[in-house]
């Protein structure tokens, strides 16, 4: 039997990476070849213009799974029913802000959504934030609407695993679907700590450890990190704006795993609200290793933590320790 249309909302929807993701969801990149879609975009009056072009273009694309476009500046009609909400919105830093000025501005804005999204989505509502600072801003989202379920509310790390696969995949000049099991632990900030001492590549001799074939910890514990840490900041060098194309790509693979399933064996990694797991504290959206099945996600657990990782582990949960309480003194 034909599926019904699933709604999904893109706030944002007018800027870059709303541009790029937008086509995504309407391929079925997102949720499935069979799984028919209902766009909601939201943005602001100014980008409103810009926001029906979009519209125009996805009308002209003419995209067998898209049943319908809904494209608004009301923030009530774009989060009416919707079952997911891809929150890419947001306010970008200006020349001469401080980064309490755009943590404020963005506060407030998930303070306001946060509501929106409680009273008038889908009650099963999954929500990824991508606008930055995301796991804050994704924090302030869930403590605002309390009745959207905790796990349901998450931010986008996957970026920055699949820059770490990359990173691995040119090294050692395997395809990219060979290595798995990376981890980006923390904060989508330059302090994140991606590790790969859980990683492998899947060899025509089985899997084998990351570690074993880089033969080069210098590397794993220094450049490669750094690389990893360093790669939007590099890409708003080299294109003179922030990443879009793989951040819509990332937006897509973390709704898609949280839905469909991660593949046996196979972890991602994903911002979730902190349970205390690795010792990390409660009550944070920190990024782990998860698996998901049916539609819910799980923190792997039981890895080792080795003292280096120890360190990166507790330094990024402290970054977001002081975010959250930069993050409330901005709503006070
Ligand atoms: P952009 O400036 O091109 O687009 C942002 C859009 O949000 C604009 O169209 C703007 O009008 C709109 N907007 C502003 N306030 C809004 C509001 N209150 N409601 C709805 N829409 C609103 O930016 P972009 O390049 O698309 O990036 C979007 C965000 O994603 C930024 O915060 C960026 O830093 C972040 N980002 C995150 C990751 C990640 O991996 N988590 C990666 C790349 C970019
Ligand atoms: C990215 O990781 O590419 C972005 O979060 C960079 C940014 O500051 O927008």
New binding site residues.
């Given amino acids: 039997m034909a599926k019904g249309p699933v709604r999904v909302l893109v706030?944002?929807?007018?800027?870059?990476?709303?541009?790029?993701l937008v086509p995504m969801i309407a391929r079925g990149i997102m949720l499935g070849a069979d799984q028919p879609v209902i766009l909601h975009m939201?943005?602001?009056p100014?980008?409103a213009e810009?926001?029906n072009g979009v519209k125009m273009e996805l009308i002209d694309a003419a995209f067998p799974l898209l049943k319908g476009v809904v494209a608004t500046?009301d923030?009530v009609e774009?989060c009416t029913g919707v079952n997911i909400a891809v929150?890419?919105?947001?306010?970008?830093?200006k020349e001469g802000m401080e980064r309490k000025d755009v943590m404020s501005?963005?506060v407030s804005?998930y303070k306001?959504?946060a509501s929106a999204l409680e009273q008038h989505a889908a009650p099963d509502c999954k929500v990824l934030?991508?606008?930055?600072?995301?796991n804050t801003?994704a924090l302030i989202l869930k403590e605002f609407a309390p009745s959207i379920p905790e796990k349901n509310v998450t931010?986008?790390?996957?970026?920055?695993h699949n820059r770490a696969l990359g990173q691995i995949s040119e090294r050692l000049k395997v395809p990219v679907s060979n290595v798995k099991n990376v981890i980006i632990w923390g904060n989508?900030s330059s302090s994140q700590y991606p590790d790969v001492n859980h990683a492998v590549v899947e060899t025509e001799a089985g899997e084998k450890p990351v570690r074993q074939l880089v033969a080069d910890d210098a590397w794993l514990d220094g450049g490669f990190i750094t690389t990893v840490q360093q790669r939007?900041a590099a890409?708003i060098k080299a294109r003179k704006?922030?990443?879009?194309l793989?951040?819509a790509s990332?937006?897509c693979d973390h709704i898609r795993d949280w839905v469909l399933g991660t593949p046996k064996g196979t972890w991602v990694s994903m911002?979730v609200y902190s349970d205390g797991s690795y010792d990390v504290p409660p009550g944070i959206i920190y990024s782990y290793p998860v698996m998901c099945e049916n539609g819910k996600w799980s923190i792997v657990q039981g890895l080792h933590i080795n003292e280096f990782s120890r360190k990166k582990l507790d330094a990024t949960a402290n970054e977001l320790v002081e975010e959250k309480a930069l993050a409330y003194s901005c709503l006070s």
């Fill in positions: 706030t944002g929807a007018a800027g870059q990476i709303g541009y790029a939201l943005d602001i100014p980008a810009s926001l500046t923030v774009a929150m890419v919105g947001g306010f970008p830093r501005k963005n804005i306001s959504q934030v991508v606008a930055n600072p995301a801003n931010c986008l790390t996957r970026l920055d989508h939007g890409i704006l922030s990443s879009a793989s951040a990332a937006a911002g």
